[in-house]
């Protein structure tokens, strides 16, 4: 079977896991929603790594750590196509910092 191509933004955001992420924040399934998340963003990094210029970002990172150009995330992390994610993510925290501090307040 030929590889499968790398993630897109657009087709991560218009993916299942998005849309379940998106229903279940809706439904106050806060939980839920970031595991949902966190599952999609570990498995599109794996995705990521594996697919074409995978190992050829790991050597990159090997060569760069050797120089001392730490930069941060690796690029994998970096990726366009993890950013709807990203963004549900952090959605997904903020309405639940909220939501404690409403109960914490009541």
Known sequence: APPAAPPTYLATR???ACAVSRR???DGQ????LETIGMALDL???ILDAG?????REEKEKEEETEG??????PSELHESL??????YGTTLLYSVE????????
Not at 30 to 33: C, D, P, R, T, W
Not at 52 to 56: I, M, V
């Open 14 to 16: 218009s993916s299942r």
């Open 44 to 46: 599109s990094r794996r």
């Open 83 to 88: 950013g709807p994610l990203y963004y549900l």
């Open 24 to 26: 279940l924040l809706a």
């Open 69 to 74: 150009e730490e930069d941060g995330a690796p």
């Open 52 to 56: 074409p210029g995978g190992k050829e």
């Open 30 to 33: 806060l939980e839920e929603a």
């Open 99 to 106: 939501e404690s501090d409403a109960m914490m307040a009541a």
